[in-house]
């Protein structure tokens, strides 16, 4: 796969209910971060490698190029993910057509790297999601997993049931990589739920005053290793958020300054080194509007954070609801929209013009009274 070659045609379809992909998801396509070897997500991918490399010489199988556009049946049947499940609506997810999307996570290339016979194997890439804006969101992010099979003559020594192993030396997997590329930093395990994983846990790293969720991981369900021809093996998986541990790591602030062109941007990344601390440059201040609307029974934030994506780009820092009220069987929403470049100061001409026209496409698309 080669990422250039993705035209807009493959995955722009205008006027067809069925596909949702619009053109700022388009212009993402191929762009490939998590392979340029001095950018922040392809050092850290790169010190990933490094980790798993010495911890488990010679195993772990890499795969950084496979294509972003898989289908409904490998992005979510495969994995298991139950048929009403959220992630799945078009809310959520970018669908080219019915049955094919921009993968959400990684976990879509499991079954098939399984089905080829791999036992280690690390698939880095990046994946789209339909979310709501600030500092920490981007629809476009990159995500590595990973995925151990063991045979059952690794764990009947040891005391454990399969699953207790592999749940043991998952656990001591990425707590061993979190301090390889962290050293000390606070860090906690959450019980949660993954429908292809079976305990499932998430780790959570504190970062500007807040828990940060920055993977999801878990055994395997059985279900998925009989699918694949591995009966009787029991397996881990885990998908890691490469900008949430960058951010944590580089101490960088904001998720778009990941597409930033600016040189005092990517000049920092030139020694290709883990330990640099990313030094802002000067922050431009922030420009607030607030933008207040009775809402349709169709109305969803997505929508609004896509809307406002369209025409702002990365211009926009936050979607924040700040009121929010019924009255007589109608709901009012307020949403403030914090403009900011990472790179200039922003005129107030410039500023207005861009609300009046979000004004304008929020109206006609999501049909919503503004008031
Ligand atoms: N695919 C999950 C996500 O994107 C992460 C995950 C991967 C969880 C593998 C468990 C196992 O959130």
Known sequence: FDGASITRDDVVREGDPTNNVPDTIFSKLGMQLHRRDNHPIGILRNAIYEYFDATYPGKFVKFDDLSPIVSVKENFDDVLVPADHVSRSYNDTYYVDAQTVLRCHT???QTELLKRGHCYFL???????????DSTHYP???????????????WVNSGLDGTSYAAMDLKQS???????????VDMRWIDTYFPFTNPSFELEIYFQEKWMEVLGCGVTEQEILRRNGRSGSVAWAFGLGLERLAMVLFEIPDIRLFWSNDQRF????????LGAKFQPFSKYPPCYKDMSFWI???FTENNLCEVVREIAGDLVEEVRL????????MTSHCYRIAYRSMERSLTDEEINQLQGHVREVVQNKLRVTLR
């Open 322 to 329: 700040i009121d929010n009220f019924t009255n007589k069987g």
């Open 123 to 133: 698939v880095t890439g990046d994946v789209y999601r339909r979310d709501s804006i």
């Open 296 to 298: 349709s029974d169709s």
């Open 266 to 273: 990517t000049s920092q990344f030139s020694e290709r080194k």
């Open 107 to 109: 976990s879509a290339h």
């Open 140 to 154: 476009v992010f990159h995500q590595m997993e990973g995925v151990r099979v063991f045979s059952p003559d690794e």
């Open 174 to 184: 990425l707590e061993g990589l979190a301090k390889s590329l962290f050293g000390d």
